[in-house]
């Protein structure tokens, strides 16, 4: 369990530093108004993660009992989707955007419902987790159910302390990246590398 558990933390917590939307958006509400909402809109983010784990848990699993050769060409479509994934960053534009225009400023509750939300309509979550999730599973015949909701948790906790510790210095953050043009560069190509490291981690 260990053996799956350790790389799986490890590339979830490249995966969560990375700059994607998400912790963008954490970062922005921060800068704006404060830690506190920065806060509440990553546990509304981070909350949506159960359906996309339940999905992933009660689907996959009924086709992993089914084959075991499934289960090997579910890792490949996973890899494979990880590997568009690095090539669509490396034709992006390493520029990031740091605007706070349109951001208002929202009672708790309601903040945690947007990010709730952001979360369960994105279908890239979805299927992202349908990608990484399978390859980490240490014992694919045993109850695979309570290890996807392992597996979906322990991405949670790590994804909850990294955006609350970026809602607390997102000044410092943004400070820093905004007086280092070359710093989005840096990111892109670091996000193409944890992809690819990601891909290999499955497949292997």
């Not at 299927?127 to 999730?133: G, M, Y």
């Amino acid at each position: 369990m260990l053996d799956q558990l350790i790389p799986f933390l490890t590339a979830s917590i490249l995966l969560t530093f990375s700059p994607g939307p998400d912790i963008i958006y954490v970062l922005v509400r921060s800068m704006a108004y404060g830690y506190k909402q920065g806060i509440i809109t990553a546990l509304g983010l981070v909350s949506g993660i159960l359906i996309h784990t339940s999905l992933v848990a009660f689907g996959v699993s009924a086709i992993i009992k089914q084959s075991d050769n499934i289960f090997l060409f579910i890792k490949i479509l996973g890899a494979l989707y990880l590997l568009y994934l690095a090539y669509q960053v490396y034709k992006s534009d390493p520029k990031i955007a740091f605007s706070s225009e349109g951001i208002s400023d929202k009672s708790m509750f309601s903040l945690f419902k947007q990010g709730f939300i952001m979360n369960v309509l994105n279908p890239k979550v979805g299927i992202f987790f349908l990608a990484f999730f399978p390859g980490f599973l240490w014992e694919p015949n045993g109850n695979t159910v309570v290890q996807f909701y392992i597996l979906g948790a322990v991405f949670m906790l790590q994804a909850l302390l990294i955006f609350s510790g970026v809602a607390v210095l997102a000044d410092k953050i943004s400070v820093y990246i905004k007086s280092h043009p070359k710093s989005g560069v840096f990111l892109k190509w670091m996000q193409v590398v944890i992809f690819i490291l990601i891909a290999a981690l499955i497949l292997l």
